[in-house]
């Protein structure tokens, strides 16, 4: 019975089996290989092997320029791995024309002349951030001839780049560096103390008021005119401002009463020139915006006549309880507004109503008794 | 031979107008009509300002700072009225000559019914009226209560630092309310009774002249405010009798 069947079939069936088992095994060796290497990426990896990194990581490598400052020519290889270009660039994407050694002599005056000369190189990959810092007040600066006024590398670094929000306080710290002053009063605010303590996500940092890459002049009237639109994206927003138990109708409010209505008829109507009447800040402050209960916030009660004060210099103790905080009117919060309101939407629908049918009844009776 | 000077009052008589209304009332109608019109068109875009039609009508008078200081500058007329109507009140109350013609009396709340029931067209009858008919009357009272309302919240409104010196700071918002409403329903009752009892009204379409000529027809009074046609007829009879009369005592004298 056994010699029925053919050997021949028996072999190829066996051979088949083999190579199936040796094909999976190879995969696996592939998948293996593959997340290694990507996992590898900045980590461990050593760094690439590239021409450059065969003098430029030799310590004190360095060029004296002609107004005697040294430009470093050393990198550390490993920090440049473990950037965000570390896996997707090499040296001469940025430092183009370096490729004969000796290199050829290059006209750097100083340090400062060789950054901004390379504000350009971004460009390649970053058109987009890059045509918006041409709208910037930085750039506007730059244009003037302001040396210091910050390119690209003043806030991301150069070859340590990382991701600009991680963590999100870096953002702040990166503005810091040149504006100090208002930077130590942002983080004792009710916004920067959070972010700076907790790293907390919803509070504004710099770029969220200033913008990111075309970061307008603030003192300009129509930045001024926007403030409301500012405030507003986050303080309308319920879901957020539920987990902070903030009314989300202060914007409302606001627009309703005399400043809102002439801030929002000023952006319309000349959103360049200025405005006296008080915008959000003027009232919150800026940079050292408080929580509305605690003592040092110019709209605490106790110390909003003098925030009053700051326009309305002959304002008295009463005038600060004109304006109604925020509330809307209720029989609790301004019970004579809200009873005075409730009169007229009675009393209007009424006297119109009566009226309109005293003249409509008048004219039919003039029109079938002609 | 009768056409003497004694004769003016018989001439009169015969004429076909009677004077309803002095000069210095047709004045003062005419500056409450552009004030009015002036302080609704500057004020009622400011109520609504969310509005385009708001925003245009502000932008095209010049912006907002424009058309707050024209609607004050028009307040200020406003008032100059109001304390002008009021001084014309004292003047002739001091002088004896003051008519209550114009306060609501039991008679207009049944002239009010009776018009309603002959527009209903269960009575034929139409009420007589005397100087003023109820409509009228509503309509003047209407206009001094919301005038005085509209001016002390509007001077609340102009000068609120000074105010919340003697009064609480809420009186403020409480003057908003009651500018924004009693002028979006003067407003809305002037578009509604007036355009409709001087204008769109049959018999006085398109437009009753007598409070710019000062002049209404003897056939309309007749009609209109009876009471006080026939009064004046009668003066005027009396006046007549009595010219006559001494008339003929001078010609009995000269024969």
Same mark, same amino acid.
């Given at each position: 019975?056994?010699?029925?069947?053919?050997?021949?079939?028996?072999?190829?069936?066996?051979?088949?089996?083999?190579?199936?088992?040796?094909g999976?095994?190879?995969?696996?060796?592939?998948?293996?290989?593959?997340?290694?290497?990507?996992?590898?990426?900045?980590?461990? *990896?050593?760094?690439?092997?590239?021409? %450059?990194?065969?003098?430029?990581?030799?310590?004190?490598?360095?060029k004296?320029l002609?107004?005697?400052?040294?430009?470093?020519?050393?990198?550390?290889?490993?920090?440049?791995?473990?950037?965000?270009?570390?896996?997707?660039?090499i040296?001469?994407?940025?430092?183009?024309?370096?490729?004969?050694?000796?290199?050829?002599?290059?006209?750097? @005056?100083?340090?400062?002349?060789?950054?901004?000369?390379?504000?350009?190189?971004c460009?390649?990959?970053?058109?987009?951030?890059?045509?918006?810092?041409?709208?910037?007040v930085?750039?506007?600066?730059?244009?003037?001839?302001?040396?210091?006024?910050?390119? %690209?590398?003043? %806030?991301?670094?150069?070859?340590?780049?990382?991701?600009?929000?991680?963590?999100?306080?870096?953002?702040s710290?990166?503005?810091?560096?040149?504006?100090? *002053?208002?930077?130590?009063?942002?983080v004792?605010?009710?916004?920067?103390?959070?972010?700076?303590?907790?790293?907390?996500?919803?509070?504004?940092?710099?770029?969220?008021?200033?913008?990111?890459?075309?970061?307008?002049?603030?003192?300009?009237?129509?930045?001024?005119?926007?403030?409301? @639109?500012?405030?507003?994206?986050?303080?309308?927003?319920?879901?957020?401002?539920?987990?902070?138990?903030?009314?989300?109708?202060?914007?409302?409010?606001?627009?309703? @009463?005399?400043?809102?209505?002439? !801030?929002?008829?000023?952006?319309?109507?000349?959103p360049?020139?200025?405005?006296?009447?008080? !915008? +959000?800040?003027?009232c919150?402050?800026?940079?050292?915006?408080?929580?509305?209960?605690?003592?040092?916030?110019?709209?605490?009660?106790?110390?909003?006549?003098?925030?009053?004060?700051? +326009?309305?210099?002959?304002?008295?103790?009463?005038?600060?309880?004109?304006?109604?905080s925020?509330?809307?009117?209720?029989?609790?919060?301004?019970?004579?507004?809200?009873?005075?309101?409730?009169?007229y939407?009675?009393?209007?629908?009424?006297?119109?109503?009566?009226?309109?049918?005293?003249?409509?009844?008048?004219?039919?009776?003039?029109?079938?008794?002609? | 031979?009768?056409?003497?000077?004694?004769?003016?009052?018989?001439?009169?008589a015969?004429?076909?107008?009677v004077?309803?209304?002095?000069?210095?009332?047709?004045?003062?109608?005419?500056?409450?009509?552009?004030?009015?019109?002036?302080?609704?068109?500057?004020?009622?875009?400011?109520k609504?300002?969310?509005?385009?039609?708001?925003?245009?009508?502000?932008?095209?008078m010049?912006?907002?700072?424009?058309?707050?200081?024209?609607?004050?500058?028009?307040?200020?007329?406003?008032?100059?009225?109001?304390?002008?109507?009021?001084?014309i009140?004292?003047?002739?109350?001091?002088?004896?000559?003051?008519?209550?013609?114009?306060?609501?009396?039991?008679?207009?709340?049944?002239?009010?019914?009776?018009?309603?029931?002959?527009?209903?067209?269960?009575?034929?009858?139409?009420?007589?009226?005397?100087?003023?008919?109820?409509?009228?009357?509503?309509?003047?009272?209407?206009?001094?209560f919301?005038?005085?309302?509209?001016?002390?919240?509007?001077?609340?409104?102009?000068?609120?630092?000074?105010?919340?010196?003697?009064?609480?700071?809420?009186?403020?918002?409480?003057?908003?309310?009651?500018?924004?409403?009693?002028?979006?329903?003067?407003?809305?009752?002037?578009?509604?009774?007036?355009?409709?009892?001087?204008?769109?009204?049959?018999?006085?379409?398109?437009?009753?002249?007598?409070?710019?000529?000062?002049?209404?027809?003897?056939?309309?009074?007749?009609?209109?405010?009876?009471?006080?046609?026939?009064?004046?007829?009668?003066? #005027?009879? #009396?006046?007549?009798?009595?010219?006559?009369?001494?008339?003929?005592?001078?010609? #009995?004298?000269?024969?």
């Open positions: 019975m056994l010699d029925k069947h053919p050997p021949a079939i028996e072999s190829p069936r066996y051979n088949r089996g083999k190579a199936f088992w040796i999976m095994g190879l995969l696996v060796i592939a998948i293996l290989i593959l997340l290694f290497k990507t996992a590898g990426v900045g980590a461990q *990896a050593p760094p690439p092997a590239e021409p %450059c990194l065969q003098c430029h990581v030799i310590p004190g490598l360095e004296k002609p107004n005697g400052e040294k430009l470093k020519l050393t990198i550390s290889a490993e920090s440049f791995a473990r950037s965000v270009h570390g896996s997707r660039l040296c001469s994407d940025c430092h183009a024309g370096y490729i004969t050694a000796p290199h050829p002599n290059r006209n750097i @005056d100083n340090r400062r002349s060789y950054s901004i000369a390379q504000y350009e190189v460009k390649k990959c970053h058109f987009a951030n890059y045509t918006k810092t041409l709208d910037s930085h750039y506007a600066m730059l244009n003037k001839g302001n040396q210091n006024a910050p390119v %690209c590398t003043d %806030c991301h670094t150069s070859h340590d780049v990382t991701h600009p929000d991680k963590p999100r306080r870096a953002i710290q990166a503005c810091s560096a040149c504006h100090t *002053a208002i930077s130590k009063t942002y004792t605010s009710v916004h920067g103390k959070a972010l700076v303590e907790e790293d907390n996500k919803d509070v504004p940092v710099c770029t969220d008021c200033h913008g990111v890459h075309n970061i307008h002049d603030p003192r300009i009237e129509s930045y001024r005119l926007d403030v409301p @639109d500012l405030c507003a994206r986050c303080h309308t927003d319920e879901t957020l401002m539920d987990k902070y138990d903030i009314s989300t109708r202060v914007v409302q409010t606001y627009l309703s @009463d005399f400043h809102g209505v002439t !801030v929002s008829l000023r952006q319309k109507q000349s360049d020139s200025r405005t006296t009447e008080a !915008v +959000c800040t003027d919150h402050g800026v940079h050292d915006i408080a929580r509305v209960e605690s003592t040092n916030s110019p709209v605490m009660k106790a110390n909003l006549v003098k925030t009053c004060q700051k +326009c309305h210099p002959d304002a008295g103790p009463n005038f600060p309880s004109a304006w109604l925020h509330y809307e009117p209720s029989p609790q919060k301004a019970p004579m507004v809200y009873f005075a309101r409730l009169f939407l009675a009393f209007i629908p009424f006297m119109i109503v009566g009226l309109s049918i005293h003249v409509m009844l008048n004219l039919w009776r003039a029109i079938t008794h002609r | 031979m009768e056409q003497t000077l004694e004769a003016g009052p018989i001439t009169r015969r004429a076909e107008y004077e309803r209304f002095s000069l210095s009332q047709r004045m003062e109608h005419l500056a409450i009509m552009i004030t009015f019109t002036g302080l609704a068109i500057t004020g009622l875009p400011q609504y300002a969310g509005a385009a039609l708001s925003q245009w009508l502000i932008i095209h010049g912006g907002i700072e424009l058309t707050r200081l024209i609607h004050r500058i028009l307040s200020f007329i406003f008032t100059a009225g109001a304390l002008y109507h009021a001084g009140i004292f003047v002739s109350i001091a002088r004896h000559q003051f008519r209550p013609n114009i306060f609501f009396s039991f008679r207009d709340y049944r002239d009010a019914i009776a018009v309603l029931r002959y527009d209903l067209g269960i009575s034929d009858k139409h009420p007589e009226f005397d100087r003023f008919d109820f409509r009228q009357k509503f309509e003047y009272w209407g206009i001094v919301g005038g005085i309302i509209m001016l002390i919240s509007g001077y609340f409104l102009m000068f609120p630092i000074f105010f919340t010196r003697i009064l609480p700071g809420q009186a403020i918002p409480v003057a908003k309310v009651f500018h924004s409403y009693e002028g979006l329903m003067a407003f809305l009752v002037i578009i509604i009774w007036h355009l409709y009892g001087a204008h769109l009204e049959p018999d006085k379409f398109p437009g009753d002249t007598t409070i710019f000529t000062g002049k209404i027809s003897r056939e309309r009074m007749q009609k209109e405010h009876s009471l006080e046609y026939e009064r004046i007829v009668r003066e #005027e009879r #009396e006046r007549d009798e009595k010219a006559q009369e001494e008339k003929e005592k001078i010609d #009995e004298k000269v024969n």
